[in-house]
C-alpha cells in the first residue's frame, strides 16, 4: 500500500490508513479542526482550490458521501464534476482506467473515486500522472480513509485527544465493513487503550485484522465500561445472503437501546457511519439521544474532506 | 400550516400560499419583478447568497422545476448541490427526515423539496435546524406555491396589479392539482374578482377548496368574459384510471383552441405551468400565439425563485 | 445547412463543419491552440463568459463529451446546467423543442445539445431565439463538429500545419460515423492531401460521403505511407444487427497492431475519438503506445470546446 505516498513520505493521494504515520494522521486532524467553521459554514476557504477541477468518481453509487465531498471541494473554490460511472460495463479494470486516464487528459486534478471492488482505487491511482491525486471514498470491503478519519476527528471531540486510555467498542458486521478496517488503522496509529470487537461470529473476519483486539459476540458484555461504541451499518444484503435471520433477530442481540447504553461508561460517545437502520442497529431513541454523535459526525466529513483535498491538492 | 412562519410572523419556510398574508405575497411579488432582469440576464446577484449551500432534494423527479430553482440559485452566487433521492426506499418518512438532517449537517441552508406525499415537505421542515429554511417544490397535491407565485407575477404583467375585477378561469384537473391550490389560495389572498373552476365532474374536489368560486363542466359557457385562463395540465395517469376516457374526448370537451379562445375577453391571458401536452390541454396554434403567456412564466420562475431564496436565505 | 450562419456569414451555432469555410474553421483552431494552457490548467478564462448560462442538453447519453463540455464551460466561467433528456418521452421533436424554448426562458444561453437522431440539432437551433447558441454534440449519424475540430487540431500538433502532403486513412465503420462525417468535411476544407476510407464494404457510405476519397477494404494494403491513422469506434449494436460477425473478425481485418502500424509512415499519428474498444479497434500496445494521440485528442476537445463557446456566446 505505498503508492500513496511520493518518495520523501509524504501524502500523494489517499488510499488507506494501514500504515499511515500518527504525525500525518494527526496533522489532517488539526487540519480539520482549524477549519471546521469554514466547513459548514458560508465562509469557505475559495481561494484554496480555486481553478482545481475534482471529479467524483463513483463506480457505485452513493449520494450522501458523494455530497460530501462535493460540498468541501465547492467550500475550497474547486469545480466539481460529478461522474456517474455506476453501470457495470464501466466498472471493469481497463474501462476504469481509461475513463480515469481521459478525465486527467481533460485536466481534472483530483479524483474521489468509489468502487465496489477491493484494491480497485490502488491500481487506478497507480495508473494516474503527476499531479495527479485520489481519494479513496470506499473500494469493497476494504478501506474508506476518510470515514476512518471523521470517526477519529469525532473521537476526539467527544472524548479528548489522548486516546492512550479510550475503550472502544466496535459493534457489527466487521467482516464486510470498510469503514471498521479504517477506523482499526486509525485507532492504532493513534494508540487507543481497548479495542472491543463485538458481532455475529459469521460477520468477523478470520484474517489478522482484529490483531490485538478484544473480540467476542456477547455485546451486554463488552459494553461494560466502554468509552465509545462505532455501530456498523447492516446491510441488507447480508440477510439474502442468509448471514443474518431476521431484522428483529439482529437487533436482540446486538442493537443498541438506552436501556443496553447504560452499561457502556457514564455519557459514552455512540458513533455511526450513516445512514443508520433505525430500530435495527440503533433504536431512534439512542440516534436521537443526547450520546448520539452521529450528525456532528456528518458535519466533521466535510471538515476532514477539506483537509485531505487541500492536503493533496493545495 | 403554520411551520412556515417565524414567531414575528415573518416567513421562515416557504410551505403553501395558504394562510399567507397578501402583505408578504405583494412583497415577494414586487422583489422578483425588481431583480428580473438579472434572474434572465447575465448579471445576477452573485453577492446575495455567496457562499450559502442550497440543496434540491427532489423525492420525485423533475428536471424543468429542479433547473429553475438551480440556475435561480447560482444566480444569487450559492453553491447548488442536486440530490436525487426518487428511490423508494428513500422517501419515507423517517428515512427522508435523517437525509435532510445529514444534508443540515453538512452546511446546506437552504432546501428546495419536492415530495410525491402529501405534507411531507412540511413534515420535514418541521425537524429543520434553526437557520434552515425549506422550500416547497411541490408536494402531492397539496402544494406548490412557487408556481402560484410565478402565476401571479404573469397576471399582473399581462392584466395589470389590480385584481379585483380579474375574471380568471382555472381549467381542468383541479382534484390532483397541487397548481391550482397554491393559485387559488395567491388569487383570493390577491382579491381576485370572479374565479371559475372547470373540469369534469370527477375531477373536481368536493372538499372546500373551492370555496367561494363558480364552479361548472361547461367550458364553452365558462368561457364568456374571462381575462385569464390558466389550463392545467393533464397527467397520463388520469386515463389509466379510468378517470378520463381518452385524450380525444378530453381535448373535445376541455381543451384550448384559437376558436375557443375567442369567446373569452379579448387579448385573455392563457396560463399554462408545463410542459404543455399540445393538443390535449392547448392546440399549437393556441401555445404558440399572441395571448399565450406560458413562456413568460417560465422566465417569471426564475425571478420567483430568487425573490424567495434570497428572503428566506438573504 | 445554413442554419448555423448568421446574415454576415458569421457563425451563430456549431451544428456541422459541412460547408464552414477554410477561414472559421483555423480561426477556430488558431484560437483553441492558444487557450490550450488555460483549457487544462487551473487558470481557465473566468471572466470570458462569467454569469452566462450554459445548458448541456443530452436526448442520448455521454458521460465523456458531457465531462468535457462542462469543464469547458466551467474555464470559461460559465454557470452550467447539466439536463438529461434521454428518457425515450422527451426526445421527439415538439416535446424537445419546448424543453429547450423552457430553459432559453429561463435564460440559459449556450445549449450544447446530443441527440439519437440526425439532423433534430438542426431542426432545434431553428427555433432558438436571437442571442441563444447551439453547439452540436452529435446528432444520430450526422455531425459531431467538436470532435472534428478536435482530431484537426491534434493532426496539426503531430503532422505541421500544412496538410496539403498529408495522407490521412479514416478506418471502420464510416457508415454509422457521425465522426467521419465531420472529419471529412474538415479535412477537404483544410486541403487534407489524400484521404482514404477503410472499412467493410457493408458499413461504408454508398451516397456521396466519400467523394473524391481513395476506398477500399484491404487495410494491410491502404496502410501504406500513410501520416495518420483516425480509427472509429466499433458500436456493440452492429454485431447484433449482424452487420459485423464477430469482434475477433473484426480485429482481424481492421483492427491496428504494432506490427500493422508498421506499414505505415514512420511515425504515423494514431487517433481514436473514444471510447477504445481495446482488442478491437486498437491494441493495447497501440493505444498505450508513443505513436497514439488519444489522450491529446482529449486534452485538445476541452480546449476547442472552449473556442466554439467563447467564440459564439463570448
Redesign the interface.
Known sequence: MNAQFDSKGGLRHLLTLEGISRDILLRLLDRAGQIRDA??????R?NAL????V?TLFFEPS??TR??F??AA??LGA?V?N???STSSTRKG??AR??L???E?????GFVVRHPDDGMVEMLAESAGEGTALVNAGDGRNAHPTQGLLDMMTLRQAKGADFSRLKVLIVGDVKHSRVARSDLHALRALGAGEIGICGPANLLPDDDTLKGCTVGSDFDAMLAGVDALMMLRLQRERMEEGMVRSLADYHRDYGLNAERLRRAATNAAVLHP???N?GVEITDEVADGPQSWV??Q??N??AVRMAVLESLLG
Chains 1, 2, 3 share one sequence.
Open positions: 466547513a459548514v459554514g458560508r465562509v469557505g475559495r480555486a481553478g482545481v477541477a471529479c449520494t450522501r455530497s460530501s462535493q460540498l465547492q467550500r469545480d464534476l461522474f456517474d460511472a481497463e474501462t481509461d475513463t486516464k481521459n478525465l487528459a481533460m485536466g481534472v486534478r450513516g445512514p443508520i433505525r450528525l456532528r456528518v458535519a466529513g466535510v
